[in-house]
């Protein structure tokens, strides 16, 4: 696995940034420029100049030409291949219309509340975000009907936004974390191997995020998804001193901690379709469930 990576840069990165489910951690602070700037020489090499911006912090995209690339890599025949819930199906049409009908003052409205967000992070939960701005790469706009953009294996280390106007700042910064969250889970899977037996691909459980049957790594993912969220609406009460529970993106905490439950029971009933690295994040999911219950639930 790591031969055919060939970037020594991206297993450095997971040595000092490593994925646990409900807290993102880092290790070795120090190191992290470093790493940072390894890891965007990786993504060039393995996906283009395109995908990993100039700057060692994230990097809002507002060039045509740019987008339009960027939005092409979310175009899949396989809608189980899109990580991101969020994302209806899209085709080279839709990436036509959306560039052709740009508007500038759209997109610097959406970058907006997303620094707004980005800068909530740094204040009150800095660790969150160094690790959000180290994955995500670039973020890029574009308007698609039905379409909230999301994030793709295809293009790790890159956002498609298109949200509504004018969010909560809470809101946007669960976004933030929920697509780093996806990209976290794509570098793991690279490093460490698929969460998923090979030939277990047939099997289903309940999504936390649709609460409807779907194949069992999308499932996993989903878990993931709706953990981070958790963990994050935690560690901003504890900041804030009040709670933060909207409903928006995500469920309320209520709704959203027994979709997870259920999807964590659905998963763990089937167990044995995992691997070594899946089970680990499995505990550390159920361990995070429990730190970060809803009172009263």
């Known amino acids: 696995m790591r031969a ?3 970037a020594d840069a991206l297993i450095s990165l997971l040595r000092h940034l490593t994925i646990r489910a409900g807290v993102l951690v880092a290790g070795q602070a120090g190191d992290l420029c470093l790493t940072a700037f390894a890891y965007r020489r990786w993504l060039a090499m393995r996906q283009g100049a395109v995908t990993t911006g100039s700057d060692l912090v994230t ?8 987008e339009r690339e960027l939005l092409s890599g979310f175009i899949e025949s396989d809608s189980e291949s899109r990580a991101d819930e969020l994302l209806a199906p899209l085709t080279p049409q839709g990436v036509d219309e959306a560039i052709a009908q740009r508007d500038p003052w759209h997109i610097a409205a959406q970058y ?10 740094w204040r009150l939960l800095p660790v969150q975000a160094l690790l959000n701005d180290i994955v995500l790469a670039r973020i890029f706009c574009a308007q698609v009907p039905n379409s909230l953009g999301g994030s793709t294996a295809s293009r790790i280390g890159v956002v498609w ?3 509504p106007l004018p969010m909560a700042v809470f809101e946007v910064a669960e976004l933030l974390v929920h697509e780093a969250t996806h990209h976290w889970t794509f570098l793991d899977t690279l490093v460490a191997g698929p969460h998923v037996r090979p030939e277990a691909n047939g099997a289903m459980a309940c999504s936390s995020i649709r609460h409807t049957q779907r194949p069992l790594v999308c499932a996993f993912d989903s878990l993931l998804v709706a953990v981070e969220p958790l963990a994050l609406r935690r560690d901003l009460r504890v900041a804030l001193g009040a709670m933060v529970d909207q409903s928006g ?8 901690q027994e979709s997870a439950g259920d999807c ?3 998963i763990t009933a089937q167990s044995q379709c995992l691997t070594a690295r899946g089970k680990a994040i499995l505990v550390r999911s159920a361990d995070s469930l429990n730190t970060h219950a809803v009172p009263g639930c």
Not at 249 to 256: D, G, Q, T
């Open 59 to 66: 990097e809002f995209v507002c060039d045509p030409a740019a």
């Open 4 to 6: 055919h990576l060939g």
């Open 112 to 121: 907006a509340q997303v620094v707004e967000a980005r800068d909530l992070l």
């Open 264 to 266: 964590l029971a659905s």
């Open 161 to 163: 936004i298109n949200l």
């Open 249 to 256: 993106i995500h469920p309320s905490s209520r709704a959203l």
